[in-house]
């Protein structure tokens, strides 16, 4: 088993930064990628970032937002930058034991992700 604790949601105002982090604990070393979903209000959760064989981001935040991983720690970071009020959602880590390409739109979807952590609210203000 795997456990996710996401941490360092927050309020921020438009234009700023927040950086999340996602601590793995448990069988840590089999998970084969990780990733990050979001989830606005009304809304369905969907792909951020995933991070395994490649790294692919969703257009919406290619170049502002940015993955990496810290294996000593077992924890992925989200640093995301120059946020806007449509980044305001629960933001999510993802885990799964299978190595991905994501190459196509199963492998981003939330079915393809097995472990979950319990989310952090990141609001942008405008």
């Known amino acids: 088993q795997v456990q996710l604790v996401e941490s360092g949601g927050g309020l921020v105002q438009t234009g700023g930064s927040l950086r999340l982090s996602c601590a793995a604990s448990?069988?840590?070393?089999?998970?084969?990628?990780v990733g990050w979903f979001r989830q606005a209000p009304g809304k369905e959760r969907e792909f951020v970032v995933g991070?395994?064989?490649?790294?692919v981001y969703a257009d919406f935040v290619k170049g502002r937002f940015t993955i990496f991983r810290d294996n000593a720690k077992n924890t992925v970071y989200l640093q995301m930058n120059s946020l806007k009020p449509e980044d305001t959602a629960v933001y999510y880590c993802?885990?799964?034991?299978?190595?991905?390409?994501?190459?196509?739109?199963?492998?981003?979807?939330?079915?393809?992700?097995?472990?979950w952590g319990q989310g952090t609210q990141v609001t942008v203000s405008s």
């Open positions: 993802a885990g799964d034991l299978s190595r991905k390409y994501f190459s196509n739109p199963s492998s981003t979807s939330t079915t393809s992700f097995h472990y």
């Open positions: 448990g069988r840590t070393l089999n998970l084969g990628a």
């Open positions: 991070t395994s064989l490649r790294t």
